[in-house]
């Protein structure tokens, strides 16, 4: 189970680098008159130069003698005095109260976001979202395809070394790819719509002109929305019929050891699932669940809050005052619960779209006999020998020790 408690280990760095990504620390960089340095008594606690000088250069500047400063009745000035107030909170205290979300407000709208008038954080998770998120993860998937075109310059395709048999083994059953075809094809499908959704206004809206793009985005959004179930079920499919094979062993040790003959020559022994595509599973199973339960959490929106718990779990571990950051939001308005979301969803299907990539060279022109797996789902012997010889024996050996079958009396 090491291999289950790796990638859990991994999808929470992650996630705490999202949350991490969302607060920016006051370091020593900030320069004199930080956050919690800066004198307001002049203005009676309000905004002073210092804060707005900050802002403009992009440094922290701590809200919290604003956030609470919305309205105290047993300060404010009567209504016939100068500047005076109406109930006891003048008009800048109510809008600091609204964006906030420190007002008692009443809506005729109903729901766990109607109350909510203005969303402080939203412009981060704008510029976050249209600029090193999309930055990023362009250069990963680009970056990923450019390195397996040189490897595949530098190795070349994996040939099958010995002679061939013309004999072939059943590698999987009309079941097993039908589950694999599923989810692989919900899949191509999601990445392609949802690289539309996130990345459409900034390279085909120039491309196509706004209408074109907005019937485009339209389709990609209702098909987005619909194959999810298909990827899903796919990747359920996979998980119940292949989990058993895929718990890591000692064999997997040894496979890593030789490059799993991906480099040099000679093939490590390996069962029905080698350590590479032990790795490629549990990477499925556990990035493609985390995207499944936050696309979920987008298509019912504001019904599975999902990252306010999160963060309490990570505040309780200690790591992110650890690291500096001090302790992350846990009271988080609905739409901020869904902002979290979507960059959540995109990191990790950045990431899975690129160890998919890797998966997709290994099974089409980066190995000789491995489309078959998927394909007919026969294999030559020979290469399954090569790739799976230990897999190889353990079918050999229960043919062999299954019952012939009766010949008919003559």
Do not use: C
Not at 31 to 54: M, V
Request: net charge neutral; charged share 20%.
């Amino acid at each position: 189970m090491r291999g289950i408690r790796s990638f859990s280990t991994i999808t929470f760095i992650l996630l705490t680098a999202l949350a991490l990504l969302s607060t920016s620390p006051v370091s020593a960089q900030d320069g004199p008159g930080t956050a919690s340095e800066i004198d307001r008594s002049a203005t009676g606690g309000a905004t002073t130069l210092q804060d707005i000088l900050r802002r403009q250069e992009g440094l922290k500047v701590d809200n919290a003698y604003r956030s609470t400063d919305t309205g105290d009745a047993e300060r404010a000035k009567d209504i016939s005095e100068q500047l005076g107030t109406r109930g006891g909170t003048s008009t800048p205290e109510m809008w600091r109260g609204v964006r906030f979300n420190e007002a008692d407000i009443s809506t005729q709208i109903r729901g766990p976001a109607a109350s909510v008038l203005v969303q402080d954080r939203g412009m981060w998770w704008l510029d976050f979202r249209r600029g090193p998120l999309i930055t990023y993860g362009g250069l990963l998937l680009v970056g990923t395809i450019v390195l397996l075109a040189i490897f595949y310059l530098l190795r070349g395709r994996v040939r099958i070394e010995g002679d061939k048999t013309g004999r072939t083994i059943e590698r999987f059953k009309m079941v097993e790819r039908f589950g694999h075809w599923l989810l692989a094809g919900s899949f191509v499908l999601l990445g392609l719509t949802g690289l539309i959704s996130l990345m459409g206004r900034k390279f085909l809206i120039p491309t196509f002109g706004h209408e074109p793009y907005a019937w485009i985005a339209g389709y990609s959004k209702w098909i987005h929305n619909n194959v999810s179930w298909a990827f899903i079920i796919g990747l359920v499919m996979i998980f119940v019929m292949w989990v058993v094979h895929n718990l890591p062993d000692r064999t997997d040790i040894h496979w890593l050891a030789k490059g799993g003959g991906l480099f040099g020559n000679g093939h490590p022994p390996a069962k029905k699932f080698n350590a590479g595509q032990k790795l490629i599973f549990w990477s499925t199973i556990i990035l493609g669940g985390s995207i499944a339960v936050s696309g979920i959490s987008m298509l019912f929106p504001f019904e599975m809050p999902l990252f306010a718990k999160t963060f309490g779990l990570l505040n309780s571990s200690g790591l992110p005052e650890l690291v500096g950051y001090g302790t992350l939001p846990e009271a988080l308005t609905p739409q901020e619960e869904m902002q979290f979301a979507q960059l959540w969803h995109a990191i990790v299907s950045f990431v899975l779209m690129a160890i998919i990539l890797a998966h997709i060279y290994i099974g089409s022109i980066g190995m000789e006999g491995a489309f078959d797996a998927m394909g007919s789902g026969d294999v030559e012997e020979q290469w399954a020998r090569e790739h799976h010889s230990l897999w190889v024996d353990d079918v050999k050996s229960r043919e062999a020790k299954a019952p012939h079958r009766a010949t008919p009396a003559e």
